[in-house]
Structures are given as C-alpha cells and as structure tokens.
C-alpha cells in the first residue's frame, strides 16, 4: 500500500459533491487505487475513508481529508465498514510501507518488525479492503492460469518487473531506467516495483519520483523505507508507523 500524500484541498469548506474531487485526486495521486495499487483507467472513484453511509460520518461526506481513490474490488469490500482512524493504518497518514510486504505469489503479508500494537492496524488494513483475500484460480480452455482477481494480478505485474531488472542488467542505460518507469506507471502496484528493484537506490528513487503524490518523506535519500513513525501531517491519527 503506497504511502501518499494527497495534500491540501483545492477548495475553501466542503465539496458540495464529492464526485467534484475526482479530477483533482487523479492529478495528485495518479490514477490508482489508494489500497491495492492497480493502475485503473477506467471505473476509479473517490472513496471515502470513513464512509457516506447514512449515520455514520455525514459531516465527512464532503471532506477532502476523507478523500482517496478507489476501485471497484475494494470498495465493494470495504462496502460501509466503520473506519476508525487510530485503529487502521491508511496510506496517507501512515508509513505503510514499512508496515507490508510484496512477494511474487501476489500476497501482502504483514511486516515481521512491525511493533504488536501496530500489528492489528496492519491487519485492518489489509482486510478491510480485501488485500488479504486468497487467489481465485481460474483456468482457460488450455490450463492457463486467468488473472481474474487482484492476486493474480499481482503475481503478473510481479513477473513483468522481474523482466524489466533482467532488461536493465542486460541494456544498463539512462534510457532503459526510463522505460521501466513508463512501464511501472503503466501497470500500478508500486510495492511490488521497488521491492523488485531492492538492490537498486537509483531505480527505486526513480520509481518514488515518478508515481505522483509519493510520499517522500517515508524513505529516506537513499531510498530505504525508513522505520521511524511517518512524520505527522496535520491529520488526524497519522503517523501511527
């Protein structure tokens, strides 16, 4: 779950409607889903982080700070769950890098070194909308594995970094770095890019500067996921990891 930061609202007060948000949120964060990374060019929405449902949180129906992206598969999970903000970590109040981990059978686990109390925020986090989820293992006419669900998915943007480092080690150049990144923004899923890319700062920092509203402030300069609390941001319950 990439860290981002969203920013201040473009607006004085409240959005009227928050569909109104969209362009906006896209321009700063990219057009990915803020909890599984996919690039999703189509059917994106703004997701509210405590939700619209009648009753629960109305006077945050407008509110930019309640604002991220999301698709279909996670919203649809996340559906009307009751987000409390002290008891989850989010992407844009927490270092949710240092707080997951991507590997290449396309599952999230939760970081080894996180501290026992951020451990069940990492859990929410994940469940809530659905990361947590087991592949649905669909085969075609000729046995092909079908990537119909987020796992699958995963485990193929996995396999395309994995080129891409091979390409690079094979044609190192300023050029192939820069196609690697086209690729990347192409395909979403950060996490799995620069963990691909582990042993390589320069690759990794080109990746942390080319997905917009990156949150640099939870690497530092040389590109390390920093294990310090993500500094605050003037929101509430941030930098709980």
């Known amino acids: 779950m990439r860290p981002i930061e969203r920013g201040d609202s473009p607006i004085a007060g409240d959005f009227a409607n928050y569909r109104d948000a969209f362009a906006e949120l896209v321009s700063r964060l990219g057009s990915y889903c803020s909890y599984c990374e996919r690039r999703i060019p189509t059917q994106l929405a703004v997701e509210h982080i405590q939700p619209k449902a009648e009753g629960l949180y109305p006077h945050l129906v407008g509110r930019w700070d309640n604002y991220l992206l999301g698709c279909v598969n996670c919203n649809s999970t996340k559906g009307d769950k009751d987000v409390q903000l002290d008891r989850v970590l989010l992407p844009d109040r927490d270092n949710t890098s240092a ?143």
């Open 99 to 241: 707080a997951l981990i991507y590997a290449a059978d396309g599952t999230v686990e939760i970081h080894p070194e996180i501290s026992q109390i951020c451990r069940p925020m990492a859990e929410l986090a994940l469940s809530i909308p659905g990361l947590d989820k087991p592949i649905s293992e669909v085969f075609d006419a000729n046995g092909r594995l079908v990537a119909i669900d987020r796992v699958g998915q995963r485990m193929e943007i996995w396999a395309i970094a994995e080129v891409s480092k091979e390409d690079l080690a094979t044609l190192p150049s300023d050029v192939m770095r820069r196609q690697i990144v086209k690729t990347a923004l192409a395909s979403g899923c950060f996490s799995i890019w620069i963990t691909v890319f582990a042993d390589d700062p320069v690759m990794r920092r080109l990746l942390i500067d080319g997905f917009p509203g990156t949150a640099q402030s939870c690497f530092d300069a040389d590109t390390t996921v920093l294990r310090s609390p993500r500094e605050s941001n003037g929101l509430a319950h941030a930098g709980k990891v």
